[in-house]
């Protein structure tokens, strides 16, 4: 056989597989934009809700269609009992993106529109899909625990406080539920990335919703992607201290390891995410006292910009989001389960695009295997 050929692969680089108004992308001036509007401003003034209505409607909601649309958000935030029975019998040691996945299919089960694929079925199916997310990370975190789920006492105060209000047991302060809702709407959306990409592949089978979110959640779980995060605050922590954290990023960059939490395929300048994620690291930094973790991550980005700058490397939205979670009083654990909770909104909103202009994805490849090979009895082989 030939030597194979150790081609890098494509990755898909700069192939378009699709046309979509939700989400674009200007990776050289490191811009986002949802349906039309910056990210910059939709942090300024609006909230997850209000975001979540416009990825899926286009536009944003005047005060009548937002009342409606929390209204059937937040009746939608309950989960069945027998979800949690299932998380109940889970090895209490299980990764938290595995149990989200799991949970998520197994709501399939007791959704009775499962199987309808009509566009008002499906819309309804994301809106449930949206509101249960946060309550199964929440709840896994207190049974991994061996603890009851917190109830969701206060529904109509929206997704970001009854995360925090379920997650602690107690009233969250407005300041830290604002900052969530703000991390919530950076995640929402971002185009055509690995997890989005993996909900439309599954949809372009006409398999169904809950089927392809959980292989989206299942794509966001590497660490490469969604599981980045909560690989940032590893390594946080292996540093220990801000004034190591120079010595550790060089010695990262001596043995050619990559520092979790930097580079992106399109954006060749800083994330825009982290830009607005830092600001809000800095600001809890100061309101907590606890300036180590934004002081340590400004470190590493300092030491380490300078060797990859010119590679167009800089830092993603999972580097400052991480001592973010950290300083909210979040489990490393949940990290990547919060980043599916805000992304179900962008892949339902893809996945919901797919099944109205569809086509079944089968890329192809290039074979450099053998040929014409003739079978020979076992006894005849060397
Ligand atoms: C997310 O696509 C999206 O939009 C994703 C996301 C979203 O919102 O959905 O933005 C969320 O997934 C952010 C990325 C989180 N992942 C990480 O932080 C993991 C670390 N980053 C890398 O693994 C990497 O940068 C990727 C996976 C993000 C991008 O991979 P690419 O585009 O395939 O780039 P590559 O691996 O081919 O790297 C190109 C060069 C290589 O060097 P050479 O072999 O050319 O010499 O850059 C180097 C890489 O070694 N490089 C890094 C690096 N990232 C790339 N070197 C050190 N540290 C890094 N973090």
Redesign the pocket.
Known sequence: MADKIDK?PS?L?DVVVCEQDICY?DGKRGQLVYHGYDIDDLCDHSTFEEVAYLLWNGKLPNQAELTAFHDSLFDAMTVPDAVFDVMRLLPKNTDAMRVLATAVSVLGTFDPQADDMSPEANRAKSLRLTAQMPMLTTAWYHISQGREPQPVTNPARGIAYNFLRTLTGEEPDNYTVRTFDVALIL?AD???????FSGRVTAGTLSDLHSAVVAAINT?KG????G?NE??MKMLRDIGEVDKAEAYVQNMVAN????????????KAK?P?AVILEEMSEELSKRTGDTKWFDMSRKVEAT?QPY?AA?G?YP????YSASTYHMMGIPDDIFTPIFACS?VIGWTAHIMQQYQNNRIFRPSSDYDGPQNLKWSPIEQRS
């Open positions: 890098k990755g680089e992308i995640h971002h185009e055509l990335n690995a997890s989005t966001l660490p490469l992607h969604g980045a690989a940032v050619k390891q990559k520092v979790m939490g930097f580079g992106h395929r399109v954006y994330d995410r380490f990859v590679k490397i993603n939205v999972d580097f992304r």
